[in-house]
């Protein structure tokens, strides 16, 4: 513990260093939910109805909850990327925490999904996403957004070095991922979704998160139906649960993982 902390630190500042010094890993990132906030607030928005409010306010929270869990990408991609290029070979070498260079690759990767966030909100306020609560409760809900992010960075993570090759970990993230984000309340309300997909939606954490961020934001449309599930009834609690859950099961078998690789 007393190298661990430091050791975390110097890794999730050389993770930043190298998005100072690659700028464009930063803008791509940033340029596709941009990208499905204009595509979908433009094009689909005209299309699809929200009574009592506007489909753009309610798409708002969708998009943060399907970039962030995009963004879990970053994790395993990176991790990869360092095991093919035997920079943890390296990091083997010197006499620091293991498990730092994990806690280091995920913080780092929170902190570049803080920078996203919050160019998302400013893309939303400019086309006329508005938060209807307090400032508490909307910082309460970007928190929760990014809880949820760095638990998936660490499901990715142990993905990252299982797999060992960036494209694999890009293309087989994309077939779970892309999926788990539609099947949800993400784009349309989760009641005009056939049966069989509307009970997958309602139980996705995906769509748990989305509702939390919706209520904390102020943005359910008036007269929306109550939720049916106890996890959209609570979907605070129920995505707090996902993430302890993710962290609790990935974390170790991913620090596991890295002990087994760098020992070969």
Excluded: C, H
Aim: proline share 6%.
């Amino acid at each position: 513990m007393n190298t661990f902390f430091p050791d975390a630190v110097v890794i999730a500042r050389r993770n930043l260093i190298k998005i100072k010094r690659i700028p464009e890993l930063l803008v791509f990132t940033t340029f596709q939910p941009i990208m499905f906030i204009l595509l979908f607030g433009f094009v689909f928005g005209a299309a699809i109805d929200i009574p009592g409010s506007s489909y753009r306010e309610f798409l708002i929270a969708g998009i943060f909850a399907q970039t962030v869990v995009f963004g879990s990408t970053i994790t395993g991609t990176a991790l990869a990327e360092d095991m093919q290029k035997g920079i943890i070979d390296r990091f083997r070498t010197l006499p620091m925490s293991e498990s730092a260079v994990l806690a280091g690759r995920t913080f780092s990767d929170l902190l570049n999904n803080v920078l996203v966030l919050i160019v998302m909100a400013l893309t939303g306020l400019a086309i006329g996403w508005r938060v209807r609560t307090s400032l508490g409760e909307a910082l309460l809900g970007f928190a929760l957004l990014l809880v949820f992010a760095y638990s998936l960075s660490w499901v990715m993570a142990y993905v990252g070095l299982r797999v060992r090759s960036p494209e694999i970990v890009a293309n087989a993230s994309f077939i779970v991922i892309f999926p788990l984000t539609f099947i949800a309340n993400t784009f349309v309300q989760s009641e005009q979704l056939p049966t069989p997909l509307r009970i997958f939606a309602e139980w996705n954490p995906v769509s748990s998160v989305t509702q939390a961020a919706r209520e904390l934001f102020g943005n359910i449309p008036p007269g929306a139906p109550e939720p049916t599930t106890w996890a959209l009834q609570n979907p605070i609690i129920y995505t707090l649960m996902w993430a302890v859950a993710a962290v609790a099961v990935f974390a170790p078998l991913a620090l596991r993982r890295y002990r087994g690789a760098v020992s070969r």
